[in-house]
């Protein structure tokens, strides 16, 4: 651990960084994200079991922003969201150092002890425990826990059902929604100065939580994602009505893979998959 | 807003199938319409006055037609509303009789479909605003690219029509293939004797420019309006000092070490050369592949025996920036290399035909070298291996043409009548020779065509046989042709001292790359796309982009000419005014709601999306948005609904304005 | 409800290059088709937006219909193209929730196939009328008619 302190601290002492993003503990099952803007702040730097936010989501922030270079400390998951960003042209990558972490998985969530039951469903089968794009690496990667992807088995049930099981489903899920856009906010991929669910001329997303304004704003939001969506779950751990946002957001990433061979934020230089094209996309579906 | 609708009977062509009396009373309770009526013809004179009319009397402020398609009258009728003042880009068409009186029987359900459609066009003129069309300026100077026959037509043409012309060619010299053919067809003229004459013209030309030996690199802009970047590649010999006298080729030690590209591969050239005695320019380049110098630098022959200093080893590539307002693309063809598959591509190619494996199986375009007095043989019929005269030889046709499975689909239209003349000129040399061609058929539609290939049977003794080959093997100094005559069903077997192969005539290789650089369509066989197959044969869909000769499409000699001509023609309709005419349809962005994702920039096919820096009064850069270049932007709305948040919006068609209409349905 | 009696509601979306003039085309030709398509003319397929559809749905369309020029064949070079990369990922979305995919139909209508679009127009109208009124969609619809 006294690593990380210290090599959060060299990054200021070199004149790398004007500010770090990393974790701090609060208890032993519990980080909260922490911009530390001196040497010292850094001490109560800490990488667990426990470090679930994708600190990335900070670096579109103007507050963060206008310190200038940042240092953070990133998952392998989260680092796809800065490949995405820089895909994006949403940040420069000289002006980010990126402490990259060997990851052995991370809790679901927090106050609980990790193992194969707890374990984040998103890390089960992770292929960037090295993180793709870093300055600099640390830990190593070792055995993991092993468990059932539950996830991946319901979205395949869900394929399997008629369009009105599906409807129901979704319905019943989508009118959860308040509407408080916790998810949107803890997406490190929702940027936009103004978010479509908030423009008011025309209003393509109805504002309340009403059925049909809740199906639009989760479709187009899923919708908005695809192709982008890096998988880091931030939304759905976020969401306080309990939505599985991550059915959409997975089977989305599944279909980019399938129709596509497109996996998002693995490497800066590859053009995103919505704003290229391919002579040989599938269209059997058009007549 | 005060909105006028105006139905139009068209004679009966809508009244007969809408009730249009119940259609302009049911418009009459639409929010914000003053004024509905319906009349016999609305185009007509009296028609378009009752518009004016009520615009002067009632104080319109936006118009609805229903009437016949947008694409017939829109002009029309927004201009009788310019006339009465009011903007014309506040007049909407709902199209009521091909979309509706025309398409139902039923006068209920057209009625009704007629009110829906009025519906949506009034709650759309209600949320347009008023334009005003874009004027731009045109540059009238041409952009050749392509220095074949084609290239030189379309240069020669509008130079002559007296307007600056910069043409093109990626290699040393102008002529192209043709400059390589021995005798045309149908009538047997030597074809350098009749192109080099159109070659020196276009050289002494003060309205051309001429750029051998280059490559266009980058375009910028639109019609009239274009910024062209031209990369002249290094000569690595001075053009303004060089004579043309030719001692340096002459004393030049590398002899046989480099092919000649001109003499497809039949003989060497030295490293520094020109490609054939009658180039235009006729200055040479040098090969940096096989010159000595650039390997090693122990030889420097050409500078000793140049009187003019004229070598310069240290040249480098030159980028010239051009500003032009048409582009002629005359980029031609080249020959499918059938013993190796093409990049990308499915093509299986014909390796059973030997061709690269055995020296005597030659391509058509080598054959044509070998024919020609300028060739390497003089134009005397000796096969590459031993120089030996051959005495039978068998020309196979449709070789990667009309053959889905290893080749091409399409008609290479020339090879019936190339590979016609080849035998007739073989015949006319080698009497005692014997020439057969095997075809799938015979397509020899084309003036003096069909008569040509009679001649060859009926007077030169030419056998054709209808028939594949499906093998070539050599044996005892011998090439064994099996095929099948399938007219007469049986297998047969040609000992043949020679080959020639009518291979498919394909798109330039690097044909794709030169569309996306200018940004043009093309087919998925490299060929570049026409607007309208018909009407519109040679115009790109990409505006003041224009085509000629067989980048388009296998064509032959007279066909590249004509084409090349109407290109020329194209551009010049082009300049015949000062300023174009533009629709104000174009993206605009709402830069404090662009997150600066360059989403717009990635999709947008014009490269009309900018990157511009948002300020602080101290000069720093707050954030980077969108900037549509309204010159560039052709208006297709891809950017508009890539945005997700939609900060770019394209106007004519703004998301208020669609959403209206969803709403109207209701 | 009886389906005999069920005329749907479909809105179109087609470019103006090709559907549009194709549809022109059925008109002049004086084909005759299913009266219940509205079009609404858009320059080119690459302004069709996911959330038009969306809309169309919740405003009562029982159906949505797509078409635009053949790929190759766009006015605007590539326009097409990257619309038919969205409706790959968002009808795969749309199918995913439960919205069947014969209430959401795509076509490439040229300028000269008029014959074609009276086909496209006709069998999507007689896919919707066999499923019947969207429903669900009116389920839900009404809900925020009701609370406001």
Known sequence: MDDIKKIARELFTSGKVNAVLGYVSINGQRTKPFLATKPEETDNFIINKYILNNLTVYLTKKEILKYGKIGIFAKGCDVKAIVALLQESQIKREEVYIVGINCNGVCADFDMEFSGETIALKCLNCEVRTPKLYDELIGTTEEMPKADDGKLKMIRKIEALSSAEKWDIFEEQFDKCIKCYACRQACPLCYCERCISDKSVPRWIESSASKRGNFSWNIIRAFHLAGRCIGCNECERACPMEIPLSLLNRKMAMVAQEEFKYVSGLDPNTPTLIGSYDLKDDEDFIE | ?666 | MENKTFEPKIIAFVCNWCTYTGADLAGTSRMKYEPNVRLIKLPCTGRIDPVMILKAFEKGADGVLVSGCHPGDCHYNAGNFHARRRWIMFHKLLDFVGIDENRLHFSWVSASEGKKFVDVINGFVNKVKAKGPFEKYEKINKEFVING
Request: hydrophobic letters at 35%; aromatic letters at 8%; proline letters at 4%.
């Open chain 2, 1 to 666: 807003m005060k909105i006028g609708v105006f139905i139009c009977h068209c004679g009966e062509n809508i009244g007969r199938t809408v009730d249009c009396v119940r259609v302009a009373k049911a418009c009459s309770f639409f929010p914000n319409v003053v004024h509905s009526v319906e009349y016999k013809y609305m185009c007509s004179d009296p028609g378009q006055n009752m518009i004016k009319q009520a615009i002067k009397d009632l104080k319109l402020d936006g118009v609805v037609v229903g009437s016949c398609s947008p694409h017939m009258h829109e002009k029309t009728f927004r201009k009788a509303v310019s006339d009465a003042g009011v903007n014309p880009f506040l007049c909407e068409i709902a199209n009521l009789r091909e979309h509706v009186s025309w398409v139902h029987d039923d006068k209920e359900v057209a009625t009704d479909k007629a009110i829906d459609l009025m519906r949506f066009a009034v709650e759309k003129v209600k949320r347009n605003a008023p334009l005003k069309t874009i004027q731009v300026p045109v540059t009238k100077r041409t952009l050749v690219i392509g220095g074949g026959i084609a290239g030189i037509q379309a240069a020669l043409d509008v130079a002559n029509a007296g307007y600056e012309v910069v043409l093109v060619e990626k290699e040393p010299s102008i002529g192209g293939h043709m400059s390589q053919l021995s005798e045309t067809f149908p009538t047997l003229d030597c074809s350098q004797c009749i192109l080099t004459p159109r070659m020196v013209e276009v050289y002494q030309h003060p309205k051309i420019k001429l750029m051998t030996y280059s490559e266009v690199e980058k375009v910028e802009g639109f019609i009239g309006n274009f910024k062209v970047t031209i990369r002249k590649k290094a000569r690595f010999v001075d053009d303004t000092l060089c004579s043309g006298c030719g001692d340096c080729a002459i004393k030049c030690p590398i002899k046989k070490k480099a092919l000649s590209e001109f003499d497809e591969k039949l003989a060497f050239r030295s490293a520094i050369y020109v490609p054939f005695p009658q180039a235009v320019p006729n200055i040479p380049v040098i090969d940096k592949e096989v010159c000595t110098y650039f390997k090693n630098g122990k030889c420097s022959m050409c500078v000793k025996v140049c009187g003019r200093n004229a070598i310069k080893f240290d040249q480098q590539d030159e980028f010239i920036s051009e500003d032009i307002g048409a582009i002629i693309v005359a980029t031609g063809y080249k020959l499918y290399t059938i013993d190796k598959k093409p990049e990308a591509s499915e093509i299986k190619g014909y390796g059973e035909y030997g061709y690269g494996k055995y020296k005597d199986v030659v391509d058509g375009l080598q054959f044509e070298r070998i024919a020609s007095a300028s060739g390497p043989t003089s134009g005397e019929f000796q096969r590459p291996s031993d120089g030996k005269t051959p005495k039978k030889i068998v020309f196979i046709q449709c070789v990667g043409s009309r053959d889905e499975s290893k080749g091409f689909s399409y008609c290479s239209k020339i090879c019936c009548m190339y590979t016609a003349k080849h035998a007739m000129l073989y015949k006319h040399k080698v009497h005692d020779g014997e020439a057969y061609v095997f075809y799938m058929d015979i397509r020899a539609g084309g003036k003096m065509y069909e008569e040509f290939v009679r001649r060859a049977i009926e007077e030169d003794g030419v056998k054709y046989i209808r028939g594949r080959v499906s093998r070539i093997y050599e044996e005892d100094g011998k090439y064994i042709v099996k095929g099948e005559d399938t007219l007469a069903g049986v297998p047969i077997q040609i000992d043949a001292d020679m080959v020639v192969l009518a291979t498919a005539m394909v798109a330039q290789t690097d044909a794709p790359k030169l569309a996306q650089t200018i940004g043009m369509p093309y087919d998925n066989y490299g060929f570049y796309s026409e607007v309208h197959p018909k009407l519109r044969p040679v115009e790109s869909s990409t505006g003041g982009v224009f085509l000629a000769g067989a980048c388009n499409s296998p064509r032959d000699i007279p066909d590249s000419v004509a084409m090349a001509s109407a290109a020329a023609a194209k551009a010049l309709v082009l300049f015949g005014s000062d300023m174009l005419e533009r629709e104000p349809t174009i993206a605009f962005v709402n830069e404090n709601l662009c997150a600066g994702c360059f989403y717009c920039k990635k999709v947008c096919a014009y490269n009309a999306i900018e990157v511009k820096q948002i300020k602080d009064k101290n000069g720093n850069v707050i954030k980077e948005v969108a900037f549509v270049n309204s010159g560039l932007c052709q208006g297709c709305g891809t950017c508009n609904a890539t945005c997700p948040s939609k900060a770019i919006e394209l106007i004519g068609y703004t998301d208020e304005q669609i959403y209206a209409e969803i709403a109207a349905l209701m």
